[in-house]
């Protein structure tokens, strides 16, 4: 069987809604749908998510939220209507969202965030489910609270391994599953979402529980890119990619598919495909355990904007046993997650995402760096971008870290860190912003124009 997964502008409009159920009609093996909240139906669109955070933050402010309610209520009522669905589904979508907003604040300002922004998922499987129903698929809404059980706050939202347990029996089910993305229920059944893009997860999940032959995450492109399409021209298609490359190119902003959704799927070995809800003819990407194609040795190169480093020099460094913990130490203490810490015998750069940085923990970090591991020198430089080359087939290939440097030093930008990942699948080079689309457009050149091939 075959779990699929749409995204937010695959279920955007009723347009789209109908598309999803000729694909789900057009294959008897997708028997579960995992489906996120309406989309953005056009570029200056607004996701149904987001119009639901700004409810949130009203509701916890204690400001007016009518007309936050009516933005929301009136995109399920839009495609109710071209649905052919009658009054009632929005009706009971508005009742649950005025209920939301009124018993998750007598919990915490945290469960109104994620009670609203759970809802928009929530509601729109059941919509989706009733809408199968009417046209003949006969089909089930399946709530998350029927076991999928996540851990407690403050770690980030995981699925437990109960989860899978809880929800294998869904293979059971006669009618096709219509399961809302997004979120879980801990063990007391307080509801907590994953981070956003999080319904790839969910679908990993379910495709793990029930034990899926294949997961097929269905958006709104055709294949994964080998780079940005918005920086290179016409990049080459990916039309398979091992779940390594993917986490790797995942990792540093290729945004088709989140990198924890590959977690629970790997695992079983279960393949996902990537594909177009308005082409599903056309064969996508595939993400798999092991590449059969021969292929390339760099599959993918991504650029990622974003990242600070620390910089902290001592004189005998690599004698002093215990210093790269004390720093992490001080880090962890900030509850700051760290990307990559290269090093050199009297120095050591901590690679972080700048967005977990404000002025005062930077202030109070390089005060106890100084003061608790006596550094020489410590600081802080922001403006990073981490490009990453990516693919299996560079582990046996010689001469590509040197040809990827090349490529970088065209574009007259200075490497500030270099770190070949111990699985040899990736190559990450830190540069400062204002080079990173030149250079990508360089590497591309270098590894993809066919001269190369
Ligand atoms: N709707 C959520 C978001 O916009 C989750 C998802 O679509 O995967 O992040």
Redo the contacts with the bound molecule.
Sequence with gaps: MKVCKF??TSVASAEQVKKVANIVQSDSERRCVVV??P?KRHADDI?V?DLLIDLAEAVNAGAEIEDKIQAVVTRYEDNARGLGLDQEISDIIEADLRARCTNAVKVSPEYVLDSLKAS??DNNAKMIAMYFNSIGIEAKYVSPKDGLIVNEPPARTMALPEAYENLSVLKDSKEIIVFP??FGYTKDGVLRTFD?????ITGAILAAAVGADLYENFTDVDCVFSANPKVVNNPAEITEITYREMRELSYAGFSVFHDEALMPVFKLKIPVNIKNTNNPAAPGTRIVAESVEKRRPVTGISADKGFSILYVSKYLMNREIGFGRKLLQILEEENISYEHTPSGLDDISVIVRSYQLDEAKEARILKRVREELHADDVHFRHGFSMIVVVGEGMNNNTGLAARAATAISKTGANIEMINQGSSEVSLSFGVQDQYADAILKSLYEEFFQPVNV
Excluded: V, Y
């Design positions: 995204g937010g996120s909240a989309g996701k998510t928009g998922e993305g997004f956003r893009g999080g319904s790839d």
